[in-house]
């Protein structure tokens, strides 16, 4: 059973820094395509960055943010800076395997101005 559990959310002032985690189990990270997602209220969700074999981010985070994977603890990381009040959502992370897709159950990032 594929289980993803986010952390590290939290309320940070706009400038500040939060790193997230993806724990997996059931599943290995390393081999398959994660992403970090946000959805802000009232909007739809959207593709944060990726990882795999390389690297991915949106334009709306890049040189801010950077993902990354800890293959012994089977985690994926979002180190988050410089962050503005923009950025507030619920993060989520996604492993994609076989034609399906896992979530996460999302963690809050409050960002006040």
């Known amino acids: 059973q594929v289980q993803l559990v986010e952390s590290g959310g939290g309320l940070v002032q706009a400038g500040g820094s939060l790193r997230l985690s993806c724990a997996a189990s059931g599943i290995i990270l390393s081999v398959n395509a994660v992403g970090w997602y946000r959805q802000a209220p009232g909007k739809q969700r959207e593709l944060v960055a990726t990882?795999?074999?390389?690297?991915a981010y949106a334009d709306s985070v890049k040189g801010r943010f950077t993902i990354s994977r800890d293959n012994a603890k089977n985690t994926v990381y979002l180190q988050m800076n410089s962050l503005k009040p923009e950025d507030t959502a619920v993060y989520y992370c996604k492993v994609a395997k076989s034609s399906r897709d896992y979530w996460g159950q999302g963690t809050q990032v409050t960002v006040s101005s």
């Open positions: 990882i795999l074999r390389t690297t």
